[in-house]
């Protein structure tokens, strides 16, 4: 990290001190980038709402971040041009996957997973004391007048992350264990609710967080309704077996992402927009629907395998 001058007002909090001390570790991961990453962990409600237009200060931040975007070099030259969606985005990941995710138990160094997680930024998994978990009030949710229940359920994973949204956070999150993160992804996932790992240029280029979201107050995924390609898939692609349907159209009720329809007797999956997120399956009856490995797609997002493939 480039700069030597410090801001004793960063330093009010262990989680911020943490939180420059792992800055510094970061190769071309300048002081814009800190004040960046800073400013979405310190204050993430304003960050989602001004980015999605929900607060007065919307076009003052997208002035603002326009200005340091041109300003700041790009560390490589082959990411001179990158879409907001390569700096900020989300794989979607399985019960199972997201499972594997908070129950991580040793520390873990996986860079650079491009055929995985197929973006030009921001794309690896660096876990150091990964069954430290803070969960969070959910930004999105928060932001909206009416919004799902219940608030907490977006988990911040690992150091310094963790710490630091403890820290500045304390009326909004609070410690939980790998088993109460693991029972609030089964209940959201009993929702209809769709778990993404995310990943953030701003958070040293890492995965740091699972979000589990609802269509109807994700930021993320209105995002990718509109065309914005933030969300990348499981990996997973739902398939019907038509012998065992009864096309009681549960599935296509439940689909978050409105890729499945039902019509007559058939139901019929669209695989280029099914996402894999495995929600149709646990709403099917007669379990006729299944995820099967869609080879046109990213893989999927399995960190056990991940670390024995690396040789951990």
């Not at 991580?104 to 660096?126: N, S």
């Not at 949204?165 to 993160?181: C, F, L, S």
């Amino acid at each position: 990290m480039s700069g030597k001058r410090e801001w004793k007002w960063f330093w009010r909090s262990q989680g911020s001190k943490a939180f420059h001390q792992e800055a510094r570790t970061v190769s071309n991961y300048s002081w814009s980038d800190f004040l960046h990453g800073y400013v979405y962990g310190r204050w993430p409600y304003l960050y989602i709402a001004a980015g999605r237009g929900e607060h007065w200060l919307s076009g003052v931040v997208k002035f603002v971040a326009a200005i340091v975007a041109w300003f700041q070099p790009s560390p490589d030259p082959d990411l001179e041009t990158h879409t907001f969606a390569d700096t900020y985005h989300g794989k979607v990941v399985t019960p199972q996957a997201a499972r594997q995710l908070v129950t991580v138990q040793e520390d873990v160094d996986l860079g650079d997973l491009e055929q995985i997680i197929p973006y030009k930024m921001a794309r690896d998994i660096v876990l150091k004391n990964p069954d430290h978990i803070a969960v969070l009030d959910c930004a999105c949710r928060s932001s909206k007048p009416d919004p799902c229940q219940p608030l907490d359920v977006c988990m911040v994973i690992g150091e310094p992350f963790a710490s630091f949204v403890i820290d500045h956070h304390p009326r909004r999150a609070r410690w939980i264990t790998q088993a109460q993160a693991e029972k609030i992804l089964e209940e959201e996932h009993e929702r209809g609710h769709v778990h993404h790992a995310f990943f953030k240029d701003a958070m040293f280029g890492r995965f740091y967080a699972i979000c589990n979201c609802c269509s109807c107050c994700c930021a993320a995924m209105d995002s990718f309704r509109r065309g914005s390609g933030m969300l990348a898939s499981s990996g997973y692609v739902a398939r019907v077996d038509a012998d065992e349907c009864i096309a009681c159209g549960d599935c296509s009720e439940a689909c978050p992402f409105e890729a499945i329809e039902t019509d007559g007797d058939l139901v019929i999956v669209d695989e280029a927009g099914c996402m894999g997120c495995g929600v149709c399956v646990s709403v099917c009856p007669p379990q006729a629907l299944t995820l099967a490995l869609d080879p046109t797609k990213s893989p999927p997002l399995e960190i056990r395998e991940l670390i024995q493939q690396a040789g951990g």
